[in-house]
């Protein structure tokens, strides 16, 4: 219930506040002085109409309408000129709400509990009224008030459901009646074909010579390719009769062919000979360098003699040197006695011999590594020696250089032009086989369209079965 309503800016109200009692509220005043305005002020909210913004107090620029409900909720609706409507909804207990829209929103619908009902076609208010409506049902017609009754106790559906009916009814009476029309207007235009049967027989006869025509002519063009295949493959035949007489020669080529592969047989032998050869003298040049190594190789041998000697020597010198331990030990024997003796003419004589000894032992010594070292060199030399063995057998070789590099200059000539003849001849093979795979294969054609085949398109006659194309 409304309790209280707040207008400012709203028309000709500034700003006014309306405590209503409870119960019913008389408003009395006299004309112009805002009492419809109050009403319209409840009905912007509730509905939203007037809408635009022609009922805001040009004083003010703004309207704001304030409805205190009952339990302590207020709704509260404001607009300013050129800007947007918005709502505000706060409950007494609870969040405020805050809407920027034009419609009424669902919250502020639900609060204020004043909505629009809908009885079949009438729409109406049942607890908001416009100043000079009239009184609720008794300015209506009665199907009206019979349609807000049936609603009320519930019969609304059956009126629904035979107002469905009837216009299922009527839209299938009318169905019906179209159907009546359509077929008789189809029945007036099917006696126009009453000879339809017959020209259908009509149609299939004439389909029937059509398909046996189509076959005369396939088969006609048929007979026409054949011909014209048949003038090319003669005109081929004679061709490759010509072809073949320029073969005739083929065996007397197959025997040079022959003449040529036996000759290749032995210009490869002759290359593998020249290939050696240049081996042979590649390496006789090696071992002609090698040989200009070993020029002194006599003067070698002349020292290993001098070397065997000096060997010799050394074994001597080295029996020296165990003679000479010897003699250390017995001068340390000596030495012992002397002091014991004082003999000192004895030891001088004594150590006078050593010191010649100690000579000769040092000179040996240094012979032997020279010998060493000549060793070394004697057995390198001689494992070129033993490389060099079979080096006069090159000379034969050598002897006939020349011989060989004439014959395989002659030999590189005769397969330059072995080469040639082997080009030509292999041409000449190749040509030779296509021209007689093209001879079969226009024989084999030629045969399968003799086949097919049964009457010949040159004297009209019927080709036996077996019959041959020259035969017939």
């Known amino acids: 219930?409304?309790?209280?309503?707040?207008?400012?800016?709203?028309?000709?109200?500034?700003?006014?506040?309306?405590?209503?009692?409870?119960?019913?509220?008389?408003?009395?005043?006299?004309?112009?002085?805002?009492?419809?305005?109050?009403?319209?002020?409840?009905?912007?909210?509730?509905?939203?109409?007037?809408?635009?913004?022609?009922?805001?107090?040009q004083a003010t620029g703004e309207a704001i309408v304030t409805i205190t409900l009952s339990d302590g909720t207020d709704i509260i609706k404001g607009r300013r000129k050129g800007g947007r409507t918005v709502y505000r909804l706060v409950p007494a207990i609870g969040i405020p709400q805050h809407f920027e829209q034009a419609d009424v929103p669902l919250e502020v619908t639900a609060a204020l509990g004043i909505t629009r009902q809908t009885f079949g076609d009438f729409e109406t208010a049942l607890n908001f009224a416009f100043q000079l409506d009239a009184p609720f049902l008794i300015s209506?017609?009665?199907?009206?008030?019979?349609?807000v009754l049936g609603k009320i106790a519930g019969t609304e559906i059956v009126d629904q459901a035979l107002k469905s009916v009837a216009k299922d009814t009527y839209g299938a009476r009318q169905d019906k009646l179209l159907a009546d029309k359509q077929i008789e207007q189809k029945t007036e235009e099917l006696k126009?074909?009453?000879?339809?049967?017959?020209?259908?027989?009509?149609?299939?006869?004439?389909?029937?010579?059509?398909?046996?025509?189509?076959?005369?002519?396939?088969?006609?063009?048929?007979?026409?390719?054949?011909?014209?295949?048949?003038?090319?493959s003669d005109e081929q035949l004679s061709k490759l009769e010509?072809?073949?007489?320029?073969?005739?020669?083929?065996?007397?080529?197959?025997?040079?062919?022959q003449d040529v592969e036996t000759g290749a047989q032995r210009l490869q032998l002759l290359s593998d000979l020249a290939q050696r050869y240049e081996r042979l003298e590649i390496s006789v040049s090696q071992y002609g360098q090698e040989l200009t190594l070993y020029v002194g190789l006599e003067q070698a041998a002349e020292q290993v003699l001098i070397l065997d000697q000096l060997l010799g020597k050394a074994a001597t010198l080295i029996e020296c040197e165990d003679r000479y331990l010897r003699i250390i030990e017995?001068?340390?024997?000596?030495?012992?006695?002397?002091?014991?003796?004082?003999?000192?003419?004895v030891a001088t004589g004594s150590l006078a011999d050593v010191e010649q000894g100690m000579q000769r032992l040092n000179d040996l010594r240094l012979l032997a590594g020279q010998h060493q070292a000549h060793t070394v060199t004697i057995a390198a030399r001689q494992k070129l020696l033993d490389a060099l063995q079979g080096i006069a057998q090159a000379d034969p070789l050598l002897a006939g250089l020349d011989e060989q590099r004439s014959k395989l200059d002659r030999l590189r000539e005769l397969q330059a032009i072995y080469r040639i003849k082997n080009n030509t001849l292999e041409d000449a093979g190749r040509k030779?086989?296509?021209?007689?795979?093209?001879?079969?294969?226009?024989?084999?054609?030629?045969?399968?369209?003799?086949?097919?085949?049964?009457?010949?398109?040159?004297?009209?006659?019927?080709?036996e079965k077996g019959e041959k194309i020259r035969g017939h």
Request: charged share 25%; net charge negative.
């Open 1 to 57: 219930m409304i309790a209280s309503v707040h207008i400012k800016g709203f028309q000709s109200h500034v700003d006014s506040q309306l405590n209503l009692s409870p119960g019913l509220t008389v408003l009395t005043g006299p004309t112009d002085s805002g009492k419809t305005a109050l009403i319209r002020a409840i009905r912007w909210i509730a509905f939203n109409e007037p809408a635009g913004e022609n009922f805001i107090n």
């Open 140 to 147: 209506e017609p009665p199907s009206a008030g019979a349609k």
């Open 192 to 232: 126009e074909y009453d000879g339809v049967d017959q020209l259908k027989e009509q149609v299939e006869a004439c389909e029937l010579l059509l398909e046996k025509f189509e076959q005369l002519r396939a088969r006609h063009e048929t007979l026409s390719m054949l011909e014209r295949q048949k003038e090319r």
């Open 242 to 257: 010509a072809e073949l007489q320029r073969y005739a020669s083929l065996p007397a080529a197959e025997q040079n062919l």
């Open 330 to 345: 017995n001068i340390k024997n000596a030495t012992a006695v002397l002091t014991i003796t004082k003999d000192l003419d």
């Open 432 to 463: 030779a086989a296509a021209a007689v795979t093209a001879v079969a294969s226009q024989e084999r054609i030629i045969q399968d369209l003799w086949a097919e085949v049964d009457i010949c398109p040159l004297c009209n006659r019927a080709i």
